[in-house]
Structure formats: structure tokens, C-alpha cells
């Protein structure tokens, strides 16, 4: 949450050629609903039930870039889905800077509390070490200019295929 999943994989995907999704959008696409919405009426655990379905679909695509929500390393499925359909990128970032970033941003639903920093750590404690051992590659998102950050990222992502799959630095889904 504030990695800038959205921002930089938007110009990621541009810059190698890929088709980007963005989970919640889509989600909030199909059926209508913000995520909010979805949070209030079925809960977190209805809202992991639609965000993996659409993970499947998207896992299935060839040519894509897609920006996970946070929270999708917390399923088991999603993990194993995840590592079986192409590289992982976990944007990693301080809970100062995610502060700093959503202090504006009221659409979260994880982060309707009157403690966000105590949330933020609770989280990261969390998931942090599910992005670990899930992500081919790690790249700290820290602030700087989006399309910069981009250009370096899409240069490790190339670096990073080049070096599993010799001779192919186009091998990705």
C-alpha cells in the first residue's frame, strides 16, 4: 500500500511492451463497487475471494504487467499462483513513507483507523516476510520521481530475465 504499485508499474509495463492491470481497478470495473464498498458489504475475506479469482485470470494472460493489492500474498494459492505465472517485483517501502504518501488518502480500507502507523507496522510485520520469500526481485521504492524509479526498475526486471532465462530477456508473462 503507497509502493507506488500503480504509478510505476503503469510506466514499467509502457516501457517493456506489456498490457498493465491493476487488481483493484479492475475488480472496482467489474462489479461496479469501490473497494471500500466491497470491504463494507462482504468483509476482507469476500473481497481475497474476488481479488484471487481475478488473479487467476490475469495469471492466465501473456504479455502483462499487473499490480497486485497488498494484501493478495496473505492466500497461500495466491503465492503458488503468483510464483508459477512470471516475475514477482516486490516495491519495497518504508511504513514512513507510506504515511507520507496516503497521509491524504481516505479510500483504503485497511486504513480506516484512528492509529495508522500502528496499522502500517502491524501489517508490514505481516507481510513482509511473505514478500520475501515470494519476490525474484526486490526493488525499494523510495521517493523519487515515478518515472525514474520506472526506467531503473524496468532495467532491473530486463537484468533480472536475462539472467534466469540466458539468450531471452523477452521471457516473461
Same mark, same amino acid.
Given at each position: 500500500?503507497?509502493?507506488?504499485?500503480?504509478?510505476?508499474?503503469?510506466?514499467?509495463?509502457?516501457?517493456?511492451?506489456?498490457?498493465?492491470?491493476?487488481?483493484?481497478?479492475?475488480?472496482?470495473?467489474?462489479?461496479?463497487?469501490? *473497494?471500500?464498498?466491497?470491504?463494507?458489504?462482504?468483509?476482507?475475506?469476500?473481497?481475497?475471494?474476488?481479488?484471487?479469482?481475478?488473479?487467476?485470470?490475469?495469471?492466465?494472460?501473456?504479455?502483462?504487467?499487473?499490480?497486485?493489492?497488498?494484501?493478495?500474498?496473505?492466500?497461500?494459492? @495466491?503465492? =503458488?499462483?503468483?510464483?508459477?505465472?512470471?516475475?514477482?517485483?516486490?516495491?519495497?517501502?518504508?511504513?514512513?513513507?507510506?504515511? =507520507?504518501?496516503?497521509?491524504?488518502? =481516505?479510500?483504503?480500507?485497511?486504513?480506516?483507523? &484512528?492509529?495508522?502507523?500502528?496499522?502500517?507496522?502491524?501489517?508490514?510485520?505481516?507481510?513482509?516476510?511473505?514478500?520475501?520469500?515470494?519476490?525474484?526481485? *526486490?526493488?525499494?521504492?523510495?521517493?523519487? @520521481?515515478?518515472?525514474?524509479?520506472?526506467?531503473?526498475?524496468?532495467?532491473?526486471?530486463?537484468?533480472?530475465?536475462?539472467? &534466469? @532465462?540466458?539468450? @531471452?530477456?523477452?521471457?516473461?508473462?
Amino acid at each position: 500500500m503507497g509502493s507506488g504499485k500503480t504509478t510505476i508499474g503503469r510506466i514499467v509495463a509502457r516501457e517493456l511492451g506489456l498490457e498493465f492491470h491493476d487488481c483493484d481497478q479492475a475488480l472496482e470495473k467489474l462489479t461496479g463497487a469501490s *473497494v471500500n464498498l466491497i470491504f463494507d458489504v462482504e468483509g476482507e475475506t469476500g473481497f481475497r475471494e474476488r481479488e484471487a479469482q481475478l488473479l487467476r485470470q490475469f495469471a492466465a494472460m501473456k504479455g502483462v504487467l499487473v499490480a497486485t493489492g497488498g494484501g493478495v500474498v496473505t492466500h497461500k494459492e @495466491n503465492r =503458488k499462483l503468483l510464483q508459477c505465472s512470471g516475475l514477482v517485483v516486490w516495491l519495497r517501502t518504508t511504513v514512513d513513507q507510506q504515511l =507520507k504518501r496516503l497521509s491524504h488518502d =481516505k479510500s483504503r480500507p485497511l486504513l480506516q483507523t &484512528t492509529d495508522r502507523v500502528a496499522r502500517l507496522e502491524q501489517l508490514a510485520r505481516e507481510r513482509d516476510p511473505l514478500y520475501r520469500d515470494l519476490a525474484d526481485l *526486490v526493488f525499494s521504492s523510495p521517493d523519487r @520521481n515515478p518515472m525514474i524509479a520506472a526506467r531503473t526498475l524496468s532495467s532491473q526486471i530486463l537484468e533480472t530475465l536475462q539472467a &534466469t @532465462n540466458p539468450g @531471452n530477456s523477452r521471457a516473461y508473462r
